[in-house]
């Protein structure tokens, strides 16, 4: 298992940014660059950058009810009561980039996953 150390969202609209880094310990800003944006990102985004660093993302997204439905590595798409954000689960606990490490999902409306899985190596 490995230790994923918490990323705070370095503006409100950067919580992908902040998981990539999360999952991949990475530095932030390099995420933001590699991204083009400090902004909102894309599922085609997020995507590009778990690719670029050797991650697969499953094609479908599924819908959560509770924790126990996810995998052991997840990207989260949450329907906050402010907006959509992107959360990473790993290894029974959910770190967002806005909330902190939880044990449970923050408020959300809607909750879909999609699985994770580093590539076979080489």
């Known amino acids: 298992m490995k230790e994923i150390k918490h990323i705070s969202e370095p503006n409100p609209l950067a919580c992908g940014q902040a998981v990539i880094a999360m999952l991949t310990g990475a530095d932030v800003n390099k995420i933001i660059r590699l991204a083009g944006t400090d902004r909102e990102t894309t599922l085609k985004d997020m995507k590009s950058l778990l ?20 995998p052991e590595i997840a990207l989260l798409s949450l329907e906050t009561p402010k907006c959509w954000h992107w959360s990473l689960f790993a290894y029974g606990r959910v770190y967002d980039p806005e909330y902190g490490v939880l044990d449970d ?15 076979d190596t080489k």
């Open 51 to 70: 690719s670029h660093f050797g991650y697969n993302c499953a094609s479908g997204r599924k819908e959560a009810k509770k924790i126990s439905d996810l």
């Open 105 to 119: 999902f923050p408020e959300s409306y809607r909750k879909y996953f999609w699985d994770i899985k580093k590539s």
